[in-house]
């Protein structure tokens, strides 16, 4: 099942941490919003905001 990016709320550089909002995807009409499990820094952004997404695609790399 495809996923849209719906919006990414960090960016490349940006300090994350555990349990912040990082980005909001939706499914058939479900907005899930992704959460850091820990701190960290974010090295990548691979998506953006109407981006659709397949299974196993990457949205955020860390470092």
Not at 11 to 26: F, K, S
């Amino acid at each position: 099942m495809p996923w849209l990016v719906v919006k990414i709320n960090v960016g490349v550089g940006d300090e994350v941490q555990e349990g912040q909002a990082l980005a909001t995807v939706e499914a058939m009409k479900m907005e899930n919003i992704l959460k850091a499990e820990r701190r960290g820094v974010v090295k990548a952004v691979k998506a953006s905001a109407g981006s659709s997404l397949k299974v196993d695609d990457v949205i955020l790399e860390f470092e």
